[in-house]
């Protein structure tokens, strides 16, 4: 390595991600190779034993003062904080045992995704930068906003069942709140909240299948989320729902729909003539698409179990009329 950065005398920034030797884990060794750097971020994989003595060489002027560049250490690794620092977080959060950073909030200040697994009672770390939030426990839900600052989350992942009025105390706390995933009942959801017009929510993304004929669910939710824009529904049953929500939802540009179980992967030809009358199915029955342009592509896959899946991305360009009017 030190043969390498003799051979870059220009080089200014360096990330470096490797499996290494222990001799890769001196802090004296790196300051020698690094001092020209303006940027330098590593992540060495390699079991070791004596971490607190490889953190200490990590704690030289050099390196907090100088540079300010810190460091954390596992058993199995050493690796630049918070650059390769974890992003998300849950209930048990806790900052790295060994590290050469003397102020916590750097951990907590690249958290940007955090899941409520549990009652977050024990929690005693402060959170400012979230931009994802997943409910999947509503124990304690009021405690959100001591170790969170709801006002950064621009996503929303619902797990699991949640009253009304905890609902609309969370989208008053997150006012740039654009995104919403509902992977619990949506008919649950929908029924809590039909009340209110969520019009924050510009992309909503519906992990529960959707069940065949079921023309009410759409209904509450185009009446619940007038304003969306990019609509991702898994497991639909019935083609038949889709340009009903194409119709009522006046700014809807771009649809994602998954069809599960449609045709064996040994047969891609006839989950393509599928999927395709299903496209076809969606466009017909959407008649205010005379008013607008659509392009669409799909595609299939399959899991472990050999479940197949047809996946179709449309999108959909209102056409506005012109007109000109003269004077005399």
């Known amino acids: 390595m030190n043969q390498l950065m003799l051979n870059l005398p220009d080089l200014q920034h360096l990330e470096l991600v490797t499996k290494g030797l222990l001799d890769m884990t001196g802090g004296q060794s790196w300051e020698k190779m690094s ?27 050099f390196w907090l003062e100088e540079k300010r560049w810190f460091v954390a250490c596992t058993w199995d690794g050493l690796y630049s904080v918070p650059y390769f620092s ?123 299948p959707l069940l065949n004929n079921d023309y009410y669910v759409v209904e509450q939710l185009c009446q619940a989320f007038p304003c969306v824009e990019t609509l991702c529904i898994s497991s639909l049953k019935w083609a038949g729902l889709i340009p009903r929500a194409i119709k009522r939802l006046k700014n809807l540009s771009n649809v994602t729909i998954y069809f599960e179980r449609l045709a064996s992967p040994q047969q891609p030809n006839q989950l393509q003539e599928i999927g395709t009358r299903y496209i076809q199915t969606i466009v017909g029955e959407a008649r205010h698409l005379k008013h607008a342009t659509y392009s669409s592509r799909h595609y299939w896959s399959s899991d472990e179990n050999q479940t197949s899946w047809f996946c179709c991305h449309c999108w959909i360009q209102r056409k506005v009329s012109f007109y000109f009017k003269f004077y005399r």
């Open 35 to 61: 001092r020209s750097l303006l940027t330098f971020n590593f992540k060495i994989s390699v079991c070791m034993d004596w971490i607190e003595d490889i953190v200490e060489s990590f704690r030289t002027p």
């Open 86 to 208: 974890d992003v998300c977080a849950n209930a048990y959060f806790r900052p790295p045992l060994y590290s050469s950073v003397t102020d916590e909030a750097l951990f907590c200040d690249h958290i940007n995704h955090f899941i409520l697994n549990e009652s977050p009672k024990q929690i005693r770390y402060y959170f400012r930068h979230m931009k994802k939030l997943e409910i999947a426990s509503s124990e304690s839900l009021e405690m959100l906003s001591v170790f969170i600052d709801m006002s950064s989350i621009e996503c929303l992942v619902v797990s699991t069942l949640i009253e009304l009025s905890k609902i609309l105390w969370m989208f008053q706390l997150m006012p740039r709140l654009k995104k919403l995933s509902i992977n619990t009942q949506v008919s649950y959801f929908l029924q809590e909240t039909h009340r209110i017009r969520l019009e924050c929510i510009e992309n909503l993304e519906i992990n529960d």
